[in-house]
């Protein structure tokens, strides 16, 4: 890994939204201003939380995902082939529905002109900290939708629809090392799925293996991350679903977690942990040595702030299936997966954060 990343404390990335931001975004919505106005909103709430992180201690900075609408779809549909579309009805989360989109294979799948190239720029560009760039992992294009998902009479082969999704993940990472990114986090929900026996019933009656699955998603990240230089970090965000403070699956991370962490090639993982569906630290155990697992402790899903001492014994607890120096903190998951956010305050949002850095402090010093 390259500069101690991932840091002591860390965070996943997305941050709630601003109140002039959303007032911007739904102007555009409506037509009431250009895409270059929405621009220069974006530009100025973005250098706002660039400052916010530096300014309580944070030393992995990103652009709070300000410029998207979801963690993952405006990502996806900005790939060669793929268009984000309406769909008969959004992701089912516990209680609640998503917006109705989908990303929709509609030709050759490839990396090129991609517009969150410019997003890190300016994000590298206006941070004195590391750059943090997040992108969905491959998995999350296939895994939405299936072969449903892939335009009548594409990719027969859908070795080839592997192999392509794959090679434009590769040459996503190229593209965004040559601009100067050095730690790059891929978000996958997949691998905790295959964890939750509905989510494993929902695959077999669409006609997919969750056999076989797991380990071609393994695959594809380590096609995305074969060529990366030495000095590029890489790390896997896994979580359960995080929309409106609501999830989508549950189950611990016992039975992908030879697989997760063993066999599938990053430097780090950012594993949700801050309540009873993620299982318990137990799956620890199969961490090798050069690796580090970021232990999301502490939830994004409300505003109450955790106690030190109970984080504190968490942090002891896995140190009983790992070395400390292995373990680093952060939040669970982001605090706006999509625009809309969770169901916290923008200062309790902060209180979270702070206390990272703190608690991090106290544990493992400077290191």
């Known amino acids: 890994m390259a500069n101690n990343l991932p840091f002591r404390a860390d965070h996943v990335g997305s941050i709630l939204r601003s109140a002039p931001l959303k007032d911007a ?26 400052a916010k992180q530096e300014a309580i201690g944070l030393k992995a900075i990103t652009d709070g995902e300000y410029r998207r609408s979801w963690w993952h779809y405006d990502f996806l549909g900005g790939l060669d082939g793929v268009n984000l579309e309406s769909a008969d009805q959004g992701i089912q989360f516990k209680g609640v529905q998503t917006k109705s989109q989908v990303p929709m294979v509609r030709g050759k799948i490839g990396f090129s002109n991609h517009p969150f ?25 296939y895994y939405r939708g299936g072969r449903k998902a892939i335009g009548p009479g594409l990719y027969p082969d859908q070795n080839d629809y592997w192999r392509d999704l794959g090679q434009a993940y590769n040459d996503a990472l190229g593209a965004f090392y040559k601009i100067g990114c050095r730690y790059m986090q891929i978000d996958d929900c997949s691998f905790a799925y295959f964890c939750d026996p509905e989510q ?6 669409r006609g997919d293996d969750p056999k076989t ?5 393994s695959d ?18 896994v979580c359960r679903g995080n929309f409106r403070s609501t999830f989508i699956s549950s189950g611990g991370y016992e039975p992908i977690a030879d697989l997760l ?24 155990r199969f961490l090798p040595k050069g690796k580090k697992v970021v232990l999301g402790l502490i939830t994004s899903k409300t505003g109450t702030l955790e106690t030190k001492d109970a984080i504190r014994r968490r942090i002891d607890e896995a140190t009983k299936y790992t070395s400390l120096d292995q373990l680093c903190l952060s939040p669970q998951c982001g605090f706006a997966s999509t625009e ?13 954060l702070t206390m990272v850095v703190e608690l991090a402090k106290e544990v493992w010093g400077d290191k």
Not at 220 to 237: E, G, V
Not at 262 to 284: H, M
């Open 25 to 50: 975004r739904a102007k555009r919505e409506a037509g009431a201003i250009s895409a270059a106005e929405l621009t220069a909103v974006e530009d100025v709430e973005v250098r706002k939380i660039i």
């Open 117 to 141: 190239l410019e997003h890190f720029k300016f994000l590298k560009a206006n941070t004195k900290q590391t750059a943090k760039m997040t992108i969905p992992s491959p998995s999350m294009l």
């Open 200 to 205: 494993l019933k929902m695959l077999s009656a």
């Open 213 to 217: 699955l797991p380990d071609r998603f």
């Open 220 to 237: 594809m990240i380590n096609m995305a991350t074969a060529n990366k230089p030495a000095d590029m970090t890489t790390s896997i965000h």
């Open 261 to 284: 962490f063993n066999k599938t090639n990053v430097d780090a993982y950012f594993l949700e942990w801050d309540s009873d569906r993620a299982g318990d630290l137990s799956p620890l």
């Open 340 to 352: 809309e956010g969770n169901t916290l305050a923008e200062d309790e949002q902060w209180a979270k």
